[in-house]
């Protein structure tokens, strides 16, 4: 007979990873020092964080039934995601900022959704804008997956947490072993990160700018230590190398690895590579022509704009170069149509990602290929490879209940009396993990000014969205929690 869920278990791990929360604030800790600002906001969130994180990581476990079942790897994630936001919201509250304020900030780093409700960016220290960064940087790659790679002894349970947190059609390992294969991609997230922030620097950024940058970026998150986002240091050269990095980010690591290790042909033999990178150009070109005729941009102004922009916002970094919420309607639209593709799976961007659009789509052509051959079997490919049914049913599924909670937080946001393209940028811009919307705010506006209900809808948004779904939706459900 089953039994039934250990919350013992559950909060064992959870207080294991705030614990690693703790340790890792004595970096910002160190450029607060630095910078001569206020360190007690980090000193307090270390003790704070490592005392709770020491006594559910030592004193809750459940010696009993210490291997997790399915039901609590699905919670162990979910939990060790929203107790990482409420942790990592501590510097933030003892800054200054109200407790929604706090966890909306500290949810939409760890989700790498990038949407801020500070208003003076340029005002806030340096230490705490450096902790923002920081937040996505470990959200990028998951606080879980960083767990599985220090702690390799939860190897043989650590299997389900990570397909908990990489979750998709894909199969995202490396290496027979999880720890192993979250070490290695750690290794390529931290080495990728230095390289950027080193270019950047060469390319006249401050040191503190390049690195922020650069934690920004890998992760696809967007946090940025200046009002204006990274406009102030946009040129034709920081263009092309941050473009370059974002869709970097936005591809699968593992593939990345592969084509490494065994040549640049694993790249373009992937078809969700190729028609990620496809996509981005196609889209990069209408927005272009839409821009030289609707806003009268000349031409290399405007394929700045667009490559730029469109890269961005399919990979939900969400840095912003210019004010698109002035653009033509025409413009806005392809905006919002790639605010819903997602960047590759086993990335660090958010959103849908290219492999279930592609399944959802060969599965419509499939279903118009029956209407003439109805007695035909013709199974759905991937890769070369016919894939399972499950997984092409599981594809569908997840498609309809991500429309589903887009439309209900869209429903919920104009009853809180946000306009309809407000309330509908602004829910595929938290579900998606994008950031910055367009309608009654610009794209470099906080979030400061939204209802307090419209922050918690955003924040559960972030939350299920980083998450894909169904690791938070089972939460609620009543069967999740039977014995």
């Known amino acids: 007979m089953a039994r039934g869920i250990s919350l013992k278990n559950i909060f064992s791990v959870v207080g294991k990873i705030l614990y690693l929360l703790a340790l890792v604030q004595i970096i910002p800790l160190a450029i607060?020092?630095?910078?001569?600002?206020?360190?007690?906001?980090?000193?307090?969130?270390?003790?704070?964080?490592?005392?709770?994180?020491?006594?559910?990581?030592?004193?809750?476990?459940?010696?009993?039934?210490?291997?997790?079942?399915?039901?609590?790897?699905?919670?162990?994630?979910?939990?060790?995601?929203?107790?990482?936001?409420?942790?990592?919201?501590?510097p933030f509250l003892l800054s200054g900022l109200s407790p929604l304020d706090a966890f909306f900030e500290a949810m939409s780093g760890v989700t790498t959704t990038g949407a801020t409700v500070l208003q003076n960016i340029d005002a806030?220290?340096?230490?705490?804008?450096?902790?923002?960064?920081?937040?996505?940087?470990?959200?990028?790659?998951?606080?879980?997956?960083?767990?599985?790679?220090?702690?390799?002894?939860?190897?043989?349970?650590?299997?389900?947490?990570?397909?908990?947190?990489?979750?998709?059609?894909?199969?995202?390992?490396?290496?027979?072993?999880?720890?192993?294969?979250a070490k290695i991609l750690w290794i390529f997230y931290i080495g990728a990160t230095v390289l950027l922030a080193t270019i950047l620097f060469l390319l006249e950024f401050p040191v503190y700018d390049a690195i922020v940058f650069a934690l920004s970026t890998m992760?696809?998150?967007?946090?940025?230590?200046?009002?204006?986002?990274?406009?102030?240091?946009?040129?034709?050269?920081?263009?092309i190398v941050i473009v370059f990095f974002m869709l970097v980010a936005g591809t699968n690591f593992a593939l990345i690895y592969k084509a490494a290790t065994g040549g640049i042909r694993y790249l373009f033999k992937d078809e969700e590579f190729r028609t990620y990178i496809l996509f981005f150009i196609i889209a990069s070109i209408i927005l272009t022509v839409i821009l030289v005729r609707d806003m009268n941009y000349n031409l290399t102004t405007s394929l700045g704009y667009a490559f730029f922009q469109v890269s961005s916002l399919m990979t939900t970094t969400g840095?912003?170069?210019?004010?698109?919420?002035?653009?033509?309607?025409?413009?806005?639209?392809?905006?919002?149509?790639?605010?819903?593709?997602?960047?590759?799976?086993?990335?660090?961007?958010?959103?849908?990602?290219?492999v279930r659009w592609i399944i959802l789509l060969r599965y419509a052509r499939r279903d118009?290929?029956?209407?003439?051959?109805?007695?035909?079997?013709?199974?759905?490919?991937?890769?070369?490879?016919?894939?399972?049914?499950?997984?092409?049913?599981?594809?569908?599924?997840?498609m309809i209940l991500y429309i589903l909670v887009f439309v209900a937080s869209t429903v919920l946001l104009g009853i809180l009396e946000l306009d309809l393209t407000t309330a509908a940028v602004t829910s595929i811009a938290t579900l998606g993990n994008i950031g910055p919307v367009f309608g009654m705010i610009s794209p470099f506006d906080s979030f400061a000014d939204f209802p307090p209900l419209a922050r918690i809808v955003m924040i559960f948004n972030m939350w299920i969205g980083r998450l894909e779904l169904y690791t938070v939706i089972l939460l609620f459900t009543r069967e999740f929690w039977k014995r």
């Open 319 to 354: 840095y912003v170069i210019v004010d698109y919420n002035l653009w033509s309607d025409a413009a806005k639209i392809l905006l919002f149509v790639v605010m819903f593709t997602g960047g590759c799976s086993g990335s660090t961007s958010g959103g849908p990602t290219f």
């Open 124 to 181: 806030v220290p340096k230490s705490l804008l450096f902790w923002r960064s920081l937040t996505q940087w470990l959200g990028g790659l998951g606080v879980v997956a960083l767990f599985l790679a220090i702690l390799p002894k939860v190897n043989m349970r650590g299997r389900q947490l990570y397909k908990m947190e990489f979750s998709g059609p894909t199969e995202g390992k490396i290496r027979p072993k999880i720890s192993s294969t």
């Open 32 to 90: 607060a020092f630095y910078y001569n600002e206020p360190f007690l906001p980090f000193l307090i969130s270390i003790i704070v964080s490592g005392f709770f994180g020491l006594f559910l990581g030592y004193y809750t476990k459940d010696k009993r039934n210490d291997e997790w079942t399915v039901r609590e790897s699905y919670a162990i994630v979910a939990f060790s995601w929203l107790f990482s936001a409420v942790f990592c919201a501590v």
């Open 368 to 398: 118009i290929f029956k209407f003439l051959h109805p007695n035909a079997v013709k199974p759905i490919k991937y890769n070369g490879r016919s894939l399972n049914e499950e997984v092409v049913h599981s594809t569908i599924s997840f």
């Open 219 to 239: 992760s696809s998150g967007g946090f940025t230590p200046h009002n204006e986002s990274i406009l102030p240091f946009i040129n034709f050269k920081t263009g």
